[in-house]
């Protein structure tokens, strides 16, 4: 019986797909790489959404100062590292912002109109390459709608947009989304402009009100690590965490008054 078993499974194709067993998986996996605890981890997509000139940016920016120099982010741990921003911005909007927050060091930067006619999925393979050479392990897309080229009411289109950036966070990187929400109002997680395969194609979504110099960071995630909600107050060239209620917040954007 076993000799005639061990015929029929040199019959048998070999798989190509590494399937496991549970026991293996939880062997396997190791603790989560977090480069900026509860948000942003190495393997995993974040979406950072808000309303335009909210200040995504520069919360991102406050970050990016942060990863120089090794503190907390609003009291959660980042670790030391370089990064990559694919932005949309031109060169004197960033330039300020990398003066403002004294980010010297740790940030490469392409351009939106420096991409000379390469589509979606080429750029980012030109990124992840670089990545790799460089020994980055932060990803930043900002915004995803000027960089994906795709309708992001589609959610066909928004799944073959996030592909690539999958592959990329499948080799180690962490990737950042920088959205938009959309002008109705909506839960926290369901916010997002566009089609819901972005929020559900994401591990972690982050969305970012103001008002005066106070933002909050609501979150969804699939991390347990995940802060639901923080408070950051920005004090010239760096963010502090703030202790408030949500009764108290009152955003100032036009779109959340409706």
């Known amino acids: 019986m076993e000799h005639r078993l061990a015929e029929l499974m040199r019959d048998i194709p070999q798989c190509r797909l590494r399937f496991r067993s549970v026991s293996e998986l939880s062997q396997s996996a190791g603790s989560t790489d977090w480069l900026w605890d509860g948000f942003i981890a190495k393997g995993a997509l974040t979406c950072l959404a808000g309303q335009p000139k909210v200040g995504k940016s520069t919360l991102l920016f406050g970050l990016f100062a942060n990863r120089f120099s090794g503190l907390p982010m609003l009291g959660m741990p980042v670790s030391t590292g370089q990064t990559l921003l694919l932005s949309e911005e031109r060169e004197s909007t960033l330039a300020e912002k990398a003066n403002d927050f004294r980010v010297v060091e740790g940030l490469h930067i392409l351009c939106r109109h420096e ?86 194609g994401v591990d972690v979504v982050v969305e970012l009100e103001r008002a005066a110099n106070i933002r909050v960071l609501r979150s969804v995630s699939r991390f347990r690590g995940t802060p639901p909600e923080l408070y950051a107050n920005l004090c010239g060239d760096h963010f502090d965490a703030v202790q408030l209620d949500s009764d108290d917040f009152e955003p100032w954007s036009e779109y959340s008054q409706s």
């Open 115 to 200: 991409v000379m006619g390469l589509g979606w999925n080429e750029v980012i393979e030109d990124a992840s390459l670089y990545c790799r050479l460089q020994k980055i392990d932060l990803l930043v897309v900002d915004t995803f709608d000027k960089w994906g080229d795709h309708d992001e009411n589609s959610p066909r289109q928004v799944i073959e947009a996030l592909q690539p950036l999958i592959f990329a966070a499948g080799e180690g990187l962490a990737v950042v989304l920088v959205h938009h929400q959309r002008k109705s109002p909506g839960l926290y997680g369901e916010a997002v402009r566009g089609s819901n395969a972005l929020t559900g």
